[in-house]
């Protein structure tokens, strides 16, 4: 039988679970075991960008210019991807339902292939600047036998590859800096899933993109399952499945957003652990799978055993794992996951603790939107506090939630979100709404603030003529809403504000269990919003 225990660390409530005959230790934070198992120090950040997205380039919408000014407002790096082909699209002429798709894939095809791909690398050059914001050349092929796959290029030159496969993509692209990445993981084999016997461990694809607008691939259970008419979620072709056969890859989100709005919130990102925003660190990190998968919060993971970082091979048969989460919004649990099962679950509040104490650290999400008119609304103004001062802004933009025009519409506009100003105590922006889609999919646009204060400090969101407060105390107690014109007009939420306990945790845990020539271990992360983060595995070998 399988043993539990209960312990409590750093104020969570641990669920620690080991198989029959093996030893899993939880250590408590300051004790001399924990001591044992805290990592080296490094002087790596965590990047985030979109590496797989399109716009009107080919088949999508919004502008292409707008497009990267979108991805520079929320993200560190970004390659706007337009679709390239689909070398086996002629296995749908046999079924008369599918005409129509050959035809609108190659006509988008073809409008790549006059002067558009020029256009694109021009625009990529202009809006890469090195330290600052990098933008790299990537582009997508389908497939009906492999499935759908991102080329991304370290070159600002690379050239517009033609293939008749994916294996004969990949075979071209050998001796060439570029990543061949498989997404949308888990859609039917055959009809552009993808097919782990056509996986190559290495450089060429270093990474697996494991969630997007399509859906999470981690496993056939679980959040976001695959909506999309191609298809339902599977098992053969999830990250699990293919861990399961030994494959050794990191894990990334990134949109596959088309309506031209890269990192968009909550549709998927990439954090990659670097020195710095350079080319060649950003893309050494990518190529080492330091790399870890995000819905949309830029949740911070450092996963760590023995010292190895995650995307790691480490060699040892007693593994000092170590956890430091910090999250965006109040944490769920965390999970340590080993050779597919769950090893250790650290449970976060039910309900965020009131923090002793005059002054405090939290963080509040500003919400903004549920307007009921398709037309787009303007948002205009600023959020402040009166005492204390802001230590960061995260913005939590939203593309458009649809994949084409709306009716009566002949051209889709993206409309950009701009944070314009940040000071101690204000944050100015200029942000636009629409109508939630359905009561399930969001069209709300966000900024998230990280503040110390004192609680009779009070937070104000002034915006199109209107004024709300509500003190921190009165945050700390549950959100606040208020409607800007009245009852079914657009409105502003005050989130609950969360206290910095219930969106950090730090764990030490000990392994001396082999059970496999070679383990993986990694790390997820749920927050009560519903957003995720995953580490890349460690794999550990058996000595």
Not at 49 to 55: I, P, R
Not at 109 to 122: A, I, P
Not at 317 to 327: A, L
Request: glycine residues 10%.
């Amino acid at each position: 039988m399988d043993r539990r225990k209960f312990l409590t660390t750093s104020g969570w409530s641990l669920l620690g679970i080991a198989a029959s005959g093996s030893l899993l230790k939880a250590c408590a934070p300051g004790s001399r075991e924990a001591r044992k198992i805290m990592p080296t120090p490094h002087n790596l950040k965590m990047y985030w960008g979109d590496l797989h997205n399109h716009c009107n380039l080919t088949y999508g919408h919004g502008d292409m210019k707008d497009a990267f000014e979108a991805a520079k407002e929320q993200l560190d790096f970004v390659s706007v991807t337009p679709h390239a082909m689909w070398p086996d699209i002629d296995k749908l002429k046999d079924d008369p339902r599918l005409a129509w798709v050959i035809g609108y894939h190659t006509d988008a095809f073809k409008k790549l292939r006059q002067g558009r791909y020029e256009k694109y690398v021009r625009m990529t050059n202009d809006y890469n600047k090195e330290g600052e914001f990098l933008a790299f050349i990537g582009y997508e092929a389908h497939s009906l036998e492999h499935g759908d796959h991102v080329a991304l290029n370290y070159d600002l030159d690379a050239p517009l590859v033609e293939c008749t496969s994916i294996e004969d993509w990949k075979r071209k692209a050998r001796g060439h800096k570029v990543f061949i990445t498989p997404h949308h993981m888990g859609y039917q084999t055959g009809y552009r899933g993808y097919d782990w016997k056509f996986f190559t461990e290495g450089d060429q694809t270093p990474f697996v993109e494991m969630y997007s607008r399509h859906g999470l691939a981690e496993s056939d259970q679980g959040d976001y399952p695959y909506l999309h008419d191609m298809g339902p979620r599977q098992w053969e072709g999830t990250i699990q499945y293919g861990l399961s056969l030994g494959h050794k890859f990191g894990l990334i989100g990134s949109t596959d957003q088309h309506s031209g709005y890269p990192g968009s919130y909550g549709d998927g990102r990439v954090g990659v652990l670097a020195p710095s925003l350079t080319r060649d660190a950003i893309w050494e990190a990518l190529r080492t799978r330091h790399v870890c998968c995000s819905t949309g919060e830029n949740i911070l993971i450092d996963f760590r055993i023995n010292d190895a970082l995650m995307g790691d091979v480490v060699k040892g048969n007693r593994r000092n794992i170590y956890v430091n989460v910090i999250g965006g919004s109040c944490i769920d649990y965390v999970d340590i996951i080993k050779n597919g099962r769950l090893v250790a679950r650290m449970n976060g509040p039910y309900t965020p603790e009131k923090p002793e104490g005059d002054t405090v650290r939290c963080k509040i999400k500003m919400e903004f939107g549920w307007n009921r008119e398709k037309n787009y609304i303007s948002w205009n103004g600023k959020v402040g506090i009166s005492k204390g001062r802001i230590l960061s802004v995260t913005p939590c933009f939203r593309g458009a939630a649809f994949t084409s025009p709306q009716e009566g519409e002949t051209e889709f506009h993206t409309h950009v979100n701009r944070v314009r100003s940040v000071t101690d105590n204000a944050v100015e922006l200029e942000m636009y709404t629409s109508m939630n889609p359905n009561t399930t999919t969001p069209a709300t646009q966000a900024v998230l603030l990280d503040v110390e204060m004192p609680v009779d400090g009070v937070v104000t969101a002034e915006f199109n003529g209107k004024e709300f407060s509500h003190t921190l105390g009165e945050l700390l107690e549950g959100s606040r809403s208020h409607f800007m014109r009245g009852w079914l007009s657009e409105a502003v939420l005050f989130n609950r504000a969360m206290p910095e306990s219930c969106w950090t945790i730090e764990h030490f845990m000990e392994d001396r269990e082999p059970e496999l020539d070679t383990d993986y271990y990694y790390v997820r992360v749920r927050q009560r919003d519903q957003q995720w983060a995953f580490s890349s595995p460690i794999w550990v070998e058996r000595v």
